[in-house]
């Protein structure tokens, strides 16, 4: 230390003395009086070509991720505007994929189509889960003397097992005997319960399907496990803590199930499914994130979105909201469901309202996400089922103050139909 010392004492007397790079500690230094070291002195150092070296290497490392961070940021671009599926997770080697189903349930020809529609998504974004439909056990089908009327319901069963590689399980729909309502619906809506005896798979989803599906879900079924999974009913009080039945991951067990049986004994006449799992699960449910997850065509209308954002900081952008969306549920009361056309002028006036946007433009963006939205079901129905919109049932008032049938049904103390 203290030759050092001294070495740099002396050459601060002698500013143009310096120590030879590489040379080993102790030996005299070179001295070069009146003359500074030229470059080709410089670079004979093996410690100067070494720190060239990395330099020239951290500058080809820099270009490399500039060149590759801006080729990622093209692709995001492009994928929000073609709508690129996503591919399902690859964070487990080796899934077994054939452990995992969607579930449909189907009571009516409308219903059939819906669920067919669903089907024919997850078969366009190559979705990797099984796939499963439930219809009644008594649709004369399949070589059977089938009525006139159900010829429809038979070419769009067949239509799912031989396009979309759907498994049908025909199920046995019964009314309760404390239900003298001589109503079908909660019998409808309980069906996708019947899930629960799909022991054959690990994990069902069951989705409503008065809905449109923009991206598979295989993801979810990597969750962690849980008897059953569903997201928040957003639109409600968040105090409340509802479910939502439209999405619902479950794990078959005839104990679950039995649990849903004694339920529905002391159910009150106006309770549904979605009462039902909300009484069994409500504290001990896994909870999906409704957002991607459970989105209401509704929220398009909305004036304040923070319930679905899950803030109030994030400003709302329609566009990118449907990009990052898997499901979006039909949902505008006093509207129709999207399978049954609207007295003439009600869509119009119950659609979203432009905005008046910070520059003073005026944006109709919402609404005609909006519109596409019916748009693309109403042109999907008529591709895959060749079927036309209903037309409006007779004694239906656009005002909302009259209706006729379930299909049109107002939301059950603020559920979503």
Known sequence: MLLRLSSLSSSLQEPFHYTRLGSPPGLPQTSLTKRLPSACDALSSKRVRAAVGGLLGALILFFFFVVTRAADLDLHALRSITRIPSRPPETIAGTDWTRFAYSQYVTSTAYLCNAVMIFEA??????????????????????????????????????????????????????????????????????????????????????????????????????????????????????????????????????????????????????????????????????????????????????????????????????????????????????????????EGMMEKKSPRCEMAVDRVVSCRDRALWSWLYHDFAARRKSICNMDLEPTPPGFEWDGQKKSKRDMDKPRDGRAP
């Open 122 to 343: 997850l078969h366009r974004f190559n979705s990797k889960a099984d796939r499963v439909m439930m219809f009644p056990d008594d649709w004369p089908v399949f070589g059977d003397e089938a009525h006139a009327d159900m010829a429809v319901n038979e070419m769009l069963l067949q239509k799912a097992r031989d396009w979309y590689r759907v498994k049908l399980v025909p199920v046995r729909i019964q009314k309760l005997e404390s239900d003298d309502s001589g109503s079908t619906t909660w019998a409808d809506s309980f069906t996708k319960l019947l899930a629960f005896e799909q022991t054959q798979y690990d994990r069902v989803l069951g989705l409503d399907s008065d809905a449109t599906l923009l991206q598979h879900m295989d993801e979810l079924f990597l969750t962690p496990s849980a008897p059953i999974a569903m997201p928040r009913a957003y639109w409600l009080n968040p105090d409340d803590r509802t479910l939502s039945s439209q999405v619902v991951l479950l794990e078959p067990s005839i104990f679950q199930l039995d649990r849903i049986l004694r339920k529905m004994e002391s159910k009150a006449p106006n309770e549904y499914d979605m009462d039902i799992v909300n009484h069994l699960y409500r504290d001990n449910a896994l909870v999906l994130p409704h957002r991607r997850y459970d989105l209401l065509s509704g929220e398009f209308k909305s004036a304040d979105h923070s319930r679905y954002l899950g803030n109030d900081l994030e400003a709302w952008n329609g566009e990118k909201i449907i990009n990052e969306t898997h499901y979006v549920h039909f949902s505008d009361w006093p509207l129709p469901k999207p399978w049954i056309q609207p007295p």
